[in-house]
């Protein structure tokens, strides 16, 4: 993210195309705010995803569908390994209770970015996108990984256009 002098920020992307893009907002919330005890698992993960998507969607500034850089899933909370205690315990339980630990990213984050350029219509205004991804810190900074993709991320295909 580079320093845009327009709003006095950082708030500008350019992407490998050389599209540029402002990100005219960026939430974000703790992943697990609601877990109250437990561990999470691939299911407790799908239904919270969805669950941001949804949350996401219904913001009355949007355009189209929110678009999901697919999070990294790992079977640690913070290091390899920090699981097996629970992982062991587990083992003795019954199979029907089973669920391995899963975690995503600490932090979910909504950014929602536009561009000058229409993506399709060239008759229209500009083109936006909302976007969700998890990473394990508040951004600013945006996590490298996820940095890169969205600076490759299909505009054209993914965004939507409006206009004025």
Same mark, same amino acid.
């Given at each position: ?7 006095? $920020? ?14 005219? %907002? ?12 437990? $561990? ?13 998507? %949804?949350?996401?969607? %219904?913001?009355?500034?949007? &355009? ?20 097996? $205690? ?33 993506? %399709? ?10 976007? &969700? ?32």
């Amino acid at each position: 993210m580079e320093y845009d002098l327009s709003y006095h $920020v950082t708030c500008k992307l350019q992407q490998e195309s050389g599209r540029k893009l402002t990100m005219k %907002r960026l939430e974000q919330s703790l992943t697990y705010a609601g877990l109250i005890e437990g $561990v999470p698992n691939k299911k407790t993960n799908d239904w919270r995803i969805e669950h941001d998507l %949804r949350r996401a969607a %219904r913001d009355g500034q949007i &355009v189209g569908e929110p678009y999901l850089i697919p999070p990294q899933r790992r079977d640690y909370l913070r290091e390899p390994g920090d699981m097996d $205690v629970l992982r062991e315990q587990k083992s003795h339980y019954p199979k029907e209770w089973e669920r391995d630990p899963e975690w995503l990213p600490l932090i979910c984050c909504i950014g929602y970015f536009e561009s000058i350029k229409a993506a %399709r219509d060239p008759k229209m205004d500009g083109s936006c996108l909302t976007i &969700v991804w998890y990473q394990d810190d508040y951004a600013l900074p945006i996590n490298d990984k996820i940095l890169q993709t969205l600076k490759q991320l299909d505009w054209d295909r993914l965004a939507f256009d409006y206009e004025w």
